[in-house]
């Protein structure tokens, strides 16, 4: 094989995020997929699907370059996270008690695509607006039949990962039976740069931070509740559909943000817990391609930026003989992203099934357990510092 070209297969975050910081690394790099870029933002009008990005993923922007492009007015930062249980569980995080400004930012994922796009036209970034179909050694075939040479095939084709299947890597699926419902809403009272979640034992609200608008303060909503409950909600009539989150938002939240009016579209995501073994020889996977987590902690794109950027180091450090798909490179790579996977993934499912059980002594003690923790301060503080991300940054700090 002559090639060192590397293709990367999706062009959602993670994909783009892949292929920048391979044309930073000066890495004969490709893109495959979809080209669409984001539409112009408008003012007071904002993209359905909201991240909440950490610190580490902040920090992996500003290294590709990117996270200054952003348009600030766009941006809001997170200070504090109110979290409530079925029962009086109650903590509340504050980043000052870990000697933080902020523990997240809650960005438009058209806004991060937008500035992605950019650096990729920055940096020359070559660009198929095709689709990966199948895999053969050293080489990928796309839908329209184009033959295109590759030492490497980066995998960030989203969940349903056609290179996944192609590569025959295996994993495991399970369907938690929910929906992530999303909408954005005006708020009667200020959301005070805070993120607030509610458990319950069957769904799990969360309330993030937004630019205020016009129309008032706003907040984006991410309701994780059964499949039949979201689908009986999105069968609806628009009007009823508005009037029925309205009411069930303010009895979920006791009006703590007043009354909840829905400003923009509804729509659901099914919710999985997926992992997978992320490589094969020549191929290797990054993002929802490679493991999906519940939207409880909002982790999931956290950890597939978490992914590109240790698949950078590690080819960055290769030796200049090595090819980037050297299957010694790629199983380092499995190794280094198998604990923050597996930590996220234990964290997420343990959480959503602490709150799903009926069982009365359970529902005493997860309440309890909070009431405890929100009197800790050493532990709310690794909470604040697990929540923005920081965990290998502050364990570092530790050794010292
Ligand atoms: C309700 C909900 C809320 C969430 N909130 C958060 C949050 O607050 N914070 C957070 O970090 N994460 C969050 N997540 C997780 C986050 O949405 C995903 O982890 C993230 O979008 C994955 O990005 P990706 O680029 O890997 O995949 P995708 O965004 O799915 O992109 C995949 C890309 O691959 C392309 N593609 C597909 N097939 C092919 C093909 N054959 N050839 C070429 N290209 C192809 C697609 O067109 C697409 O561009 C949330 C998830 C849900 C469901």
Same mark, same amino acid.
């Given at each position: 094989m002559s090639t060192n070209q590397i293709i990367v297969c999706g062009t959602g975050i993670v994909g783009l995020a892949a292929a920048l910081g391979l044309a930073r690394q000066q890495e004969k790099v490709l893109l495959l997929g979809p080209r669409k870029p984001p539409e112009p933002a408008q003012a007071d009008v904002y993209f359905p699907r909201v991240y909440a990005l950490s610190s580490e993923s902040k920090q992996f922007l500003e290294r590709l370059g990117v996270w200054d492009l952003l348009d600030f007015s766009r941006v809001t930062p997170v200070e504090s996270m109110q979290v409530y249980g079925d029962a009086s569980g109650y903590v509340d995080l504050r980043a000052w008690q870990a000697v933080?400004? !902020?523990m997240a930012w809650i960005i438009e994922s058209s806004e991060i695509e937008r500035v992605l796009h950019q650096g990729v036209k920055m940096f020359g970034v070559s660009w198929h607006d095709d689709r990966f179909q199948s895999l053969t050694a050293h080489s990928v075939k796309t839908e329209s039949g184009r033959q295109l040479e590759a030492a490497l095939v980066i995998g960030a084709d989203g969940a349903d990962s056609p290179v996944r299947a192609a590569a025959g890597i295996s994993g495991t699926s399970k369907p938690y039976g929910q929906m992530g419902v999303v909408t954005h809403l005006t708020a !009667?009272?200020?959301?005070?740069?805070a993120a607030v979640q509610w458990f319950t034992s069957d769904s799990v609200l969360a309330l993030l931070p937004m630019p205020d608008t016009a129309d008032g303060p706003q907040v984006s909503m991410v309701w994780s509740m059964s499949n039949d409950r979201a689908q009986a909600l999105l069968a609806l009539p628009q009007a009823e559909r508005q009037a029925r989150l309205e009411l069930d938002l303010l009895a979920a939240t006791e009006g703590a943000l007043g009354r909840l009016t829905v400003r923009s579209g509804v729509f659901a995501f099914p919710l999985f817990l997926e992992r997978s073994s992320m490589v094969a020889p020549g191929v290797a996977l990054a993002g929802d391609a490679a493991h999906r987590v519940h939207p409880l902690a909002g982790q999931g794109l956290n950890l597939g930026l978490g992914d590109v950027a240790q698949l950078l180091g590690i080819l960055k450090a290769r030796p200049q003989w090595c090819s980037p798909g050297q299957i010694s490179l790629l199983r380092r790579y499995r190794r280094v992203r198998a604990e923050p996977v597996m930590a996220m993934s234990l964290v997420t499912d343990g959480l959503f099934r602490l709150f799903a059980s009926h069982s009365a002594p359970m529902v005493v003690v997860r309440n309890l357990g909070m009431r405890l923790v929100d009197r800790m301060p050493f532990i709310k503080r690794q909470l604040i510092v697990g929540a923005s991300g920081e965990r290998s940054r502050e364990r570092g700090r530790d050794l010292k």
């Open positions: 933080q400004p !902020e !009667e009272r200020p959301h005070g740069h």
